[in-house]
């Protein structure tokens, strides 16, 4: 099965993920990108998600909280602001950040003008991907 080489890196942890895989399934800020080998020069800007990977036969997920991507036909770079692995997500801490990203929206939806609604909804998509990872159900 042809393969295209995946990196993804952020600046904190440097190289997160780095393989030769069969496809890769991602959220760009214009839609649900599917991407293969040989696949056209793409440069794009990616949002907060579970992006999936294809790979040996099978299907991982891969935290993204938001970047750029580059796509050549050899090569997919990714460079995130944040990117986590499964293994390497603390559930709890998620769960925490899901909590009190949903009081935030639920105050600036009350009315409270200290808000700030797109940085609130930013943080709730970060800990709703993180919680889709991981397989656990958003309260
Ligand atoms: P929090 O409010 O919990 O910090 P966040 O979405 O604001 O969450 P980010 O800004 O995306 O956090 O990430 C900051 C750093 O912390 C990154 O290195 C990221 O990989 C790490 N990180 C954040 N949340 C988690 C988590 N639940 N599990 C593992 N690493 C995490």
């Known amino acids: 099965m042809a393969t295209i080489l995946l990196e993804v890196a952020t600046p904190d942890k440097g190289e997160v993920f780095a393989k030769e895989i069969n496809m890769l ?3 760009s800020i ?3 990108l599917g991407i293969l080998p040989k696949h056209a020069r793409l440069l794009t800007e990616l949002i907060p998600h579970a992006m999936r990977i294809k790979v040996d036969g099978g299907e991982t997920q891969l935290f993204i909280g938001g970047g ?9 770079t990714i460079l995130a602001d944040s990117a986590e692995t499964p293994d390497s997500i603390d559930v709890e801490r998620a769960k925490s950040a899901y909590k009190r990203a949903e009081e935030r929206v639920n105050s600036f939806n009350k009315g409270d003008t ?5 940085r609130a909804e930013a943080a709730l998509a970060r800990a709703k991907a993180r919680l889709l990872v991981k397989g656990v159900p958003i309260p």
Not at 68 to 76: G, Q, R, S, W
């Open 68 to 76: 750029f991507m580059e796509v050549t036909p050899e090569k997919i």
């Open 30 to 32: 214009a839609g649900e």
């Open 25 to 27: 399934i991602c959220r």
């Open 114 to 118: 200290e808000i700030d609604i797109k």
